[in-house]
């Protein structure tokens, strides 16, 4: 005998099928949605709905956006002159969390990985290096993650702009709060690569 109705059944597969979202995680937002009033569910299905038709990618940072260019690209408050290049639209919202980078963003979609059929092509590489091409960036932050893939894009990126504009990383290493005897070898190599000279 079935116990879960079909139609909650189909909204915890649909949960399910989110990345970090298991059954038991599934179960307790399809429940909890199914708890809570029914104009508020309307809501949520609504927006679900107008997400794809709402939401488009800026041409210029490939920032998820309601206009084009984004918030960030129109603001003449941002330094222009410094891009933050990242894999995906997440990096971008962790970054600006912090409040302390003032430049633009450029979003690769993505990472290199030849093993999964991932080139240069399949990423917004080709733009970056347009939109450094056309003047008036001094500086690429490159702000991929300490992945093997991460840092292999970083590789390739610093070879195709090393000619062109001054190129920086994202500094990597011990996290604040965290005893050094408890780094594993490859962070605490990372951290001394990076140190910063002080004065």
Request: aromatic share 4%; with cysteine.
């Amino acid at each position: 005998m079935e116990v879960v109705p079909a139609a909650l059944a189909r909204l915890i597969h649909d949960f399910e099928r989110l990345p970090g979202i298991g059954k038991k995680t599934a179960t307790r937002l399809a429940l909890h949605i199914l708890r809570r009033p029914e104009a508020e569910a309307q809501g949520m299905a609504s927006d679900l709905a107008e997400l794809h038709a709402a939401i488009r990618l800026c041409d210029t940072c490939f920032a998820f956006s309601e206009s084009n260019p984004c918030l960030i690209c129109s603001d003449s408050g941002r330094d222009g002159q410094v891009i933050c290049v990242v894999e995906g639209p997440g990096d971008l919202m962790a970054i600006e969390k912090t409040g302390v980078f003032r430049g633009v963003y450029h979003i690769l979609h993505g990472v290199l990985s030849p093993m999964d059929g991932i080139g240069p092509a399949e990423i917004k590489v080709d733009a970056l290096l347009a939109r450094v091409k056309k003047g008036g960036v001094r500086e690429v932050l490159l702000a991929t993650s300490s992945t093997v893939p991460g840092e292999a894009t970083a590789a390739y990126l610093v070879e195709c702009l090393k000619t062109l504009v001054t190129v920086s990383r994202l500094a990597c290493g011990i996290p604040l709060g965290m005893d050094i005897k408890y780094a594993d070898e490859h962070t605490l190599a990372r951290s001394i690569e990076a140190r910063m000279i002080r004065k």
